[in-house]
């Protein structure tokens, strides 16, 4: 029988979302509001430095410790929760199975193929799969899709033990990508069956690239940019020092008319701050290209019909009309509490607000 990836695709009772990424802890609970959702607590605390090295989490005790302090500190009472891994450790594949199969024969028949998509051995993985919409292959064979979702149990193993140091139950892990594609069903449904739409997540030390088509992720890659490289080289280029925290990146523009692309416009002059900006965000607008033009490689009769810029690094000003000039793209930025029309009591900042796709993603999985 097929490993559960701790229920990926399962329903759950209520709890809280709670996102752990390697410069902040997420935390969110939603309830039922009407026809809507309300946020009941949001809480976003900063991890100390030496708890993730490499973007894997070493230091569990610490983080831990964060976790029950912060829901503490905001009287979250709840004891199961939802929580996600960063797609870079996740395996995604669409499979198509003969049509006849039952769900008992479909357990086995995945249990005994899912070995075969995997870049580890079958035994150390954690695995889970959904079946899909029907279809009939080139030979007239009618088959399903079935969505295949896999990790090394060493990865899950450290989450499980996270949160059961801090007296929770995990009910629900998921691929981060999942959650942020549930908080922006609504403006994914605006495209055909015929349209992909990109979906950069652009997170503290990557970018985690999903092309989705009909709400279901058709491919993903991890692209080694994030926040934290951006903003070194612009601490870089101004002969600041080094530091992980990306406050300074908080409110800034990116210059995006012509002679702005060499680094004047405003931010003032000729500045090498901006720059350095500009060319490390050159390099992931030219990776987006590479994962985009691969995905069109295999695939038929398909268009990209829009660039979706989600995470922290799309809180920077400018960066949809920045992406939309260099990949000659329609780009937008996502804004999850405007996507789900969440009613809040306290606010949050325009600058918070790309970043908190997955969390408020893993919330809805809880309420």
Sequence with gaps: MVNSFKRLFSKSKQGVGIELAPERINIVQLRKQGQGYKVATFASVPVPEDVF???????SPTLAALITETLAEHKIKAKQ??????????????IP?????????????????AGLYLPFPREEADVDFQKLQPFVDE????????????????ITDVYIDIFKQAD?????????????????????????????????????????????VDGIPQFSRTIPIG??????ALSKA???????????????TIPVTPVDTSGLGTMGGTNPGTAAMLKILGELADEIRRSIDFYLNQSENLEVAQLLLAGPGAALGQLDEFFMQRLSLPTSQ????????????????????PGLGVVLGLGLREV
Excluded at 81 to 94: F, H, N
Excluded at 139 to 146: A, F, N, R, T
Aim: aromatic share 4%.
């Design 168 to 212: 929770l139950k995990i009910d629900v892990i998921e691929v981060t990508s999942f959650s942020l594609i549930r908080t922006i069903r609504e403006q994914l449904q605006q495209f055909t069956p015929q349209e992909a739409a990109v979906l950069a997540d652009i997170e503290f030390d990557t970018t985690e690239i999903a092309i989705v």
């Design 97 to 113: 199975v003969p049509a006849e199969l039952n769900d008992l024969e479909l357990k086995e028949y995945m249990n005994s193929e």
């Design 139 to 154: 030979d007239g064979i009618e088959k399903y899709q079935v969505l295949l979702v896999a990790t090394r149990k060493e």
């Design 334 to 353: 996502v804004d999850p509490v405007e996507s789900l029309s969440l009613e809040i009591d306290e606010e949050i900042t325009e600058v918070q607000r």
């Design 53 to 59: 090295q490499e973007g894997q989490i070493v230091d």
């Design 238 to 252: 101004m002969n600041l020092p080094p530091s992980r925290n990306t406050d300074l990146l908080a409110g800034m």
């Design 81 to 94: 929760v939802a929580t996600a891994i960063p797609g870079k450790e996740a395996v995604i594949r669409l």
């Design 227 to 232: 926040t934290f490289q951006i903003q070194s």
